[in-house]
């Protein structure tokens, strides 16, 4: 089976890539901007006819969309999360009409909740920020192809490998840089998340790319907990053995400001694909703070 990974070399396409490279039967091929990529595309400027030209070069039996932007800049923002989709689903309708597709979507799409609720695929989508609503436009684009396609609507991913572009691995970073008895100030951390592991969204983007029987056009990747931030920057603290002080005195992330509560239900995932996350909070955190200290080394910030 030959599956390509776009947006390989990234946070959560890292992952994947690296699952998919040790299952057996699997021919991995890699898909960005990199020259040495099996398909090397710019998604983000690339036209329907020169990507239809390339996938049928490779010929995909599956393929999987890790490429996305989380950043601020609107542009990027609607070139990554809305342009490229759309162009994907048509140069594969044109190349590769029964090839499978399974796109990384977020949580974001939902927007704002109830305390304490968990939402479903099924639930209103009401993205209050740009991300959420251009992650959104992606998926419509996806679910309206007319393609064997499955969007995996992502929650908070953590663990190795996690940007700094994040808390979790900005966090991570500082405590690693930063004397031990230093003050980090951060945004208000009342706020509930609900964290899943990188490397159990990977798994659930394979076992989704590998699976046979069709799929529910979205389905929820996620923990099904919800844990206030100050959870998980308590952890990291904890595993950093980090011995100074964090004040939530700071100005916070517009991203999630208006959302104090993030919870999904992955119940439709684990009837549809046999999944569900095997890493706990705690797992995720630890491997995070592993990788984060095998990084290169920096000069301790005073």
Known sequence: ?????????????????????????????????????????????????????????????????????????????????????????????????????????????????????????????????????????????????????????ITNPVGPGAPAAGLPGRLARRLRDLEPHSVVRLGDLSAHRDFVDARDVAHAAVLAATGGTPLPPVLNVAAGQAVPVRELVRELARVAGFQGQIEEDAEGSDRSAGVPWQCSDPAAARTALGWSARHSLADSVSALWTAVRAEPDREPVH
């Open 1 to 153: 089976m030959r599956i390509l990974v776009l947006g390989h070399s990234g946070y959560l396409g890292g992952h994947v890539a690296r699952e998919l490279r040790a299952l057996p039967g699997v021919q991995f091929l890699s898909g960005g901007r990199g020259p040495r990529a099996d398909l090397a595309v710019d998604l983000a400027t690339v036209t329907p006819g020169p990507l239809a030209e390339l996938l049928f070069s490779v010929a995909p039996d599956a393929v999987v969309n890790c490429a996305g932007a989380v950043g601020p800049q609107p542009v990027a923002l609607a070139e990554l999360n809305v342009r490229a989709p759309a162009v994907l689903c048509a140069a594969l309708r044109e190349a590769a009409p029964r090839a499978r597709l399974v796109h990384l979507g977020s949580a974001a799409e939902y927007g704002p909740t109830g305390i304490g609720e968990r939402v479903t695929e099924r639930s209103a989508t009401h993205p209050t920020t740009l991300y959420g609503a251009t992650k959104l436009a992606g998926t419509l684009a996806v679910t309206s192809s007319g393609l064997d396609a499955v969007v995996l609507r």
